[in-house]
């Protein structure tokens, strides 16, 4: 996949970086419940996850979280400029099914240059959407950038 990487500098308030789709799968959820450890029914037992509201299993948050940092990573605006990730604030807004083509949006909603002159933190509104455009995670992502 290829992408352009995104220094502090090229960030303004109002920018928007897009990527997408990726398709959770079963195996996929089934690979995190073993790489992470939760196997929680609503992930991994289907008897289980029928008699749930959902009807059948669903992804995990911290899978759907996995998803969009791979979806950004496409974007370009965390290969070979970001430092660090300070913080992932971010709400569920609704379940992942095995099967869901999931898209991946970024704006630019702050700026800060501080502090250091190397350096700067971007604060973007991230959100996840599913195949029919509805929100399945959103929040914010404070990412510290090189100039």
């Known amino acids: 996949?290829?992408?352009e990487a995104h220094t502090y500098d090229d960030m303004k308030v109002g920018l928007v970086f897009t990527s997408g789709p990726r398709v959770v799968t079963r195996e996929d959820i089934d690979a995190f419940?073993?790489?992470s450890g939760d196997h929680m029914s609503i992930h991994t037992n289907d008897d289980y996850a029928a008699t749930t509201?959902?009807?059948?299993?669903?992804?995990h948050g911290a899978l759907n979280i996995a998803v969009a940092?791979?979806?950004?990573?496409?974007?370009?605006i965390l290969d070979g400029t970001i430092l660090a990730f300070r913080s992932l604030t971010m709400a569920f807004?609704?379940?992942?099914?095995?099967?869901?083509?999931?898209t991946?949006?970024?704006?630019?909603?702050q700026m800060d240059p501080s502090p250091r002159e190397e350096s700067g933190k971007v604060t973007t509104l991230v959100t996840l959407?599913?195949?029919?455009?509805?929100?399945?995670?959103?929040?914010?992502?404070?990412?510290?950038?090189?100039?």
């Open 1 to 3: 996949m290829s992408h």
């Open 33 to 35: 419940a073993r790489l």
């Open 53 to 59: 509201p959902f009807g059948g299993v669903i992804a």
């Open 69 to 76: 940092t791979g979806l950004a990573y496409e974007t370009g």
């Open 93 to 102: 807004n609704r379940p992942v099914f095995p099967g869901d083509s999931l």
């Open 104 to 109: 991946f949006e970024a704006e630019v909603t």
């Open 129 to 147: 959407r599913n195949q029919n455009g509805k929100k399945v995670i959103s929040g914010d992502w404070v990412i510290v950038l090189k100039r």
